[in-house]
């Protein structure tokens, strides 16, 4: 059974910090890794699918890196806003049966 | 542009009676479709995926069944619901295999089995 941490498990910032979470996962079989954001009563919403060792992606003030070798993965958010306020969640497809394993999530609060 | 649409978002049933929750995708053909289950405390579990018409994939043993009648209509159904059905349930599709492709989710249904 492919085992899914992330950390820490919620995380309250002031408007403007900047704050970064971890997802770990065993290294072995590593097809890719998905970041979602899911914010309350929305949906879950992709933010990254990563597949290579030291791929570092972004999207506006998000961005997301990920080693394949150690098994991790970090989600930075630069200058936090309260629309960034989510649940933050980390799956990785790895292991023979090529499924994605759902992390407990980060969830971010972000203070005005 | 793609949507989904999954209904209803709650529902409050009684023990032993049915359950029957769909889905729907516009704007795109072949989806992969995905039923998901979040209980509480606990991280997202595939219950059912379907790569077409009739072609449904039973992650975990349960008392849920999936039907997928048309190409972009995908159902969870139980005959007789349990206590321990309660959760929230998601439907979601991606272009293809949920390896490489991001899984795009509706809005859920929340279920509380009393």
């Known amino acids: 059974i492919l085992n899914v941490e992330q950390s820490p498990q919620s995380l309250h910032v002031q408007e403007g910090d900047s704050t970064n979470f971890t997802c770990s996962f065993p290294s072995s079989n590593f097809y890719a890794l998905h970041w979602y954001r899911w914010e309350t009563a929305k949906s879950p919403e992709a933010l990254f699918v990563m597949t290579l060792n030291g791929d570092e992606k972004k999207k506006g003030r998000i961005s997301a890196t990920l080693n394949t070798k150690e098994g991790y993965s970090y989600l930075y958010i630069k200058g936090s806003q309260p629309e960034d306020s989510a649940t933050y969640l980390c799956a990785p497809n790895a292991g023979n049966n090529r499924k994605l394993i759902w992390g407990l999530g980060t969830s971010l609060a972000v203070n005005p | 542009s793609q949507t989904i649409h999954q209904w209803p978002a709650t529902l409050v049933q009684p023990v032993g009676s049915p359950l029957s929750l769909e889905c729907t995708v516009e704007g795109t053909s072949n989806p992969n479709l995905y039923w998901y289950r979040q209980a509480a405390g606990r991280g997202l579990q595939l219950l059912f995926y379907?790569?077409?018409?009739g072609q449904i994939s039973s992650e975990v043993p349960q008392n849920l069944s999936a039907s997928r009648p048309q190409d972009r209509q995908f159902i969870l159904s139980s005959k007789k619901l349990l206590l321990s059905d309660s959760g929230f349930y998601l439907c979601?599709?991606?272009?293809w295999g949920q390896g490489r492709s991001p899984l795009h989710f509706g809005n859920g249904t929340r279920l509380t089995v009393t």
């Open positions: 979601a599709w991606s272009s």
């Open positions: 379907s790569v077409g018409i």
